[in-house]
């Protein structure tokens, strides 16, 4: 498990997702996992968040 800032966790899932950093880190809630396959270091979820209902 890691735990990092909203802001690290944005650029990076961003970059890996290929949508824009700002608009992912604005949906985020407080707290959000992102769900990585540390084999491949790639997303595999990202839970739903109150600003995606």
Request: charged fraction near 20%.
């Amino acid at each position: 498990m890691i735990v990092t800032h909203g802001t690290a966790m944005s650029i990076y899932a961003a970059r890996v997702l290929r949508v824009d950093p700002l608009a992912f880190w604005r949906s985020l809630s407080m707290p959000t996992a992102v769900v990585l396959d540390g084999n491949e270091m790639k997303i595999i979820d990202v839970p739903d968040t109150p600003a995606d209902r």
